[in-house]
């Protein structure tokens, strides 16, 4: 069985066992989340033996090149030597300010204390002191001075009640990545566009709706964003002072009325836009939402490559 050694231990892994998986059997602390290759909180670098290339998919070629992989997607053939991610992928941050936005979601601040290059969409690994690691969307523009992300409290969440509870302007976390294509892409200015969010799924597409405009999108843009009941929306007066969108709020559960539609977002998408050929569509949230959005995208004509997904994998461990 190939052999894994990392911060001075080592370790063997199972046949088809991950070396995240390997790693954790053995009470060896890795940062990780989803474990599913997702969300990228897992990235290490092998410094000795092959990385399959399946564990580098996504990653940037200047990682591949340097080595970095996500352990929860290596299974190793050979032994290897791995050690964690370096300065390259993360920097250190700072937490400027916490709003709370919703009963629920706390709109989080951060200052990266050295440059750190984005896209409005992409998410990054919020690292805790600890080792503690989860994934968020970034909701800020690359030209303003913060970082800005939407924190959903989970239950028993160990990052989520640590923001909500404890945490304070000043504290200090790192940032790891960026990673995902979810994000707008200049060219093609008239052409239609559909976001669609639900719960803090909104948050990369706050961003790119803003960085749309800023690069000088002229065609219509509509934006959802779909709640359980009206009190899990928010950031309303804010979409609805970009004028130059049409922004719809979308509650499936209610028992008053509201300037906002009820019942599922299918319906809702059927209703409104039966012809979408030529359109392009950014779809985040809810996994199960986001993917069975995205066949009725296709399915009313929009080209599977203009249909970009960003599926919020909750963590492994369910906190």
Known sequence: MPAVSYKGRTVEVQPGESVLDGLLRHDVAVPHA??????????????????????????????????????????????????????????????VSMQQLTHNVMRVRLACLAPFEFRPGQYVSLLREDGLARSYSIASLNTEAEIELHVRRVRDGLMSNWLFDAALPGDRVHLQGPFGECFYTPGREQQPLLLIGTGTGLAPLYGIVRDALQRGHSGPIHLIHGALRSADL???????????????????????????YTGPLDLLIAERFQKLAGWRGFVCGDPAIVQSLRRKLFLAGMAMNDILADAFVPAANMV
């Open 234 to 260: 928010y950031l309303r007066q804010e979409l609805q002072e970009l004028v130059a969108i049409n922004y719809t709020a979308s509650v499936l559960e209610t028992s008053e009325s509201g300037d906002y």
């Open 34 to 95: 989803c474990k599913a290759g997702s969300c990228g909180s897992c990235l290490l670098r092998g410094v000795e033996g092959a990385v399959p290339a399946q564990a580098q998919l996504g990653l940037k070629d200047s990682w591949k090149a340097r080595g970095y992989f996500l352990a929860c997607q290596c299974r190793p053939e050979t032994d290897l030597v791995v050690e964690v991610a370096g300065s390259g992928t993360r920097v250190a941050a700072e937490i």
